[in-house]
DNA sequence: CTAATTTGGTTTATAATATAAACCGTTGTA
DNA sequence: TACAACGGTTTATATTATAAACCAAATTAG
């Protein structure tokens, strides 16, 4: 049984993954909604995301308010990739 | 999106209930082996299962070795089941 | 027989993690 | 000019996972 990446297993940053898995471009608001997570834990968890290299944070304005966008990378993808193939002997799916 | 139930959302734990799901009874050392968890770890979620009524442990003999059994309860199958569901939904399955 | 070693664990200490609370700068607004 | 709200970050706390230390019984070695 291999090791589940510890950095996708983690509920929070998993929800986050998965969103920029299909969604290509979503912004700190629009993940806190979805997530319905705090923003300080939001914050925390896209730094650990972002320094791991699995997705990358553009922090720009929309107008006169600061808006911070994130994509997930190709590193990011992969680690997802496998994380899900491992996960699924652990579920026999 | 749903919460994932942290008592599932646990690599050994997980690997534990996947193994007697498919298995319907192994020992301490079985469960040791196939995990390659140490045993201080493993008593301890074992522990955490059984206190959550997921699974049974029964503390036997064999021959003058003592035996530790455990099965998973039909309350696990059914948090397994339910933790498998909401996880396809982060996994995009 | 007695002393070490191994087996099958449990208990306790430590390190890592997740999470929320407190905070900060900027911007709209009363 | 305050003061509330937005968009975050930093820091403190509580939980969790994990390993280390320990223990009793059984086996093996001298």
Redesign the interface.
Known sequence: ?N??DPLL?S?LR??VM?IL??VEEADFVYLRQ???STAGNLSVQLDKLSNAGYISVEKGFQGKKTRTVCRVTERGREAFRNY?ET???????
């Open positions: 049984m090791e589940l297993h509920q998993l929800a998965s898995m299909s979805q997530t319905e899900v996960i699924r002997k652990y579920l026999n799916l």
